[in-house]
T-cell receptor
Framework: ETGVTQSPTHLIKTRGQQVTLRCSSQSGHNTVSWYQQALGQGPQFIFQYYREEENGRGNFPPRFSGLQFPNYSSELNVNALELDDSALYLC??????????????FGEGSRLTVL | GNSVTQMEGPVTLSEEAFLTINCTYTATGYPSLFWYVQYPGEGLQLLLKATKADDKGSNKGFEATYRKETTSFHLEKGSVQVSDSAVYFCALCNLRTNAGKSTFGDGTTLTVKP
């Protein structure tokens, strides 16, 4: 069984730039969620993708966008980076709502630093 | 909206001590409750879960009971080990009202000294 993998593991960007983070879901999982974890805080829900469509969104501006591909992998894109976007970005895969009790399987995260 | 409140850390214990990390929640309906653990440099991994009132989740010597009357899900372990040092997150998810969105507490850092 292949777990959730994320890339890159670390990256540094400057304000105003754009970034793309990638995630491969655990085999057999059809739903991918993205979370932002600032230092010393719990993960905050960004959005979720199911069947290649956004299926729920947290309190994040439109410059945070995503994609899900037919193989269930996903991308998180952030435009016009701000200093406060510096965080650990976590991808989590799961089964769809009707098949799951809500538990999430996380990757190790992508650490983004915005200078 | 949903929210999770954890006891503030950090918590430092000696090996074999008893551990309690408090967690209370606010939610509509009947959420599922979780404890996740994050070891240094790693992502979160599920420690245990409970899906309905009075359920007890358990794993690796850790336990937590879903108490609807007190809206609590406190984590306990009778005898901690150095290898239990990590950050522990309480979380909830209501599949019926906001499918897939989990709400997390801010985490409690546990350090166990030999």
């Amino acid at each position: 069984e292949t777990g959730v993998t994320q890339s890159p593991t670390h990256l540094i960007k400057t304000r105003g730039q754009q970034v793309t983070l990638r995630c491969s879901s655990q085999s057999g999982h059809n739903t991918v969620s993205w979370y932002q974890q600032a230092l010393g805080q719990g993960p905050q829900f960004i959005f979720q993708y199911y069947r290649e469509e956004e299926n729920g969104r947290g309190n994040f501006p439109p410059r945070f966008s995503g994609l899900q591909f037919p193989n269930y992998s996903s991308e998180l894109n952030v435009n016009a980076l701000e200093l406060d976007d510096s965080a650990l970005y976590l991808c989590a895969s799961s089964l769809a709502a009707g098949e799951s009790t809500g538990e999430l399987f996380f990757g190790e995260g992508s650490r983004l630093t915005v200078l | 909206g949903n929210s999770v409140t954890q006891m503030e850390g950090p918590v430092t214990l000696s090996e074999e001590a008893f551990l309690t990390i408090n967690c209370t929640y606010t939610a509509t309906g009947y959420p599922s409750l979780f404890w996740y653990v994050q070891y240094p440099g790693e992502g979160l991994q599920l420690l245990l879960k409970a899906t309905k009132a009075d359920d007890k989740g358990s794993n690796k010597g850790f336990e937590a009971t879903y108490r609807k009357e007190t809206t609590s899900f406190h984590l306990e372990k009778g005898s901690v080990q150095v290898s239990d040092s990590a950050v522990y997150f309480c979380a909830l998810c209501n599949l019926r009202t906001n499918a897939g969105k989990s709400t997390f507490g801010d985490g409690t850092t546990l350090t166990v000294k030999p």
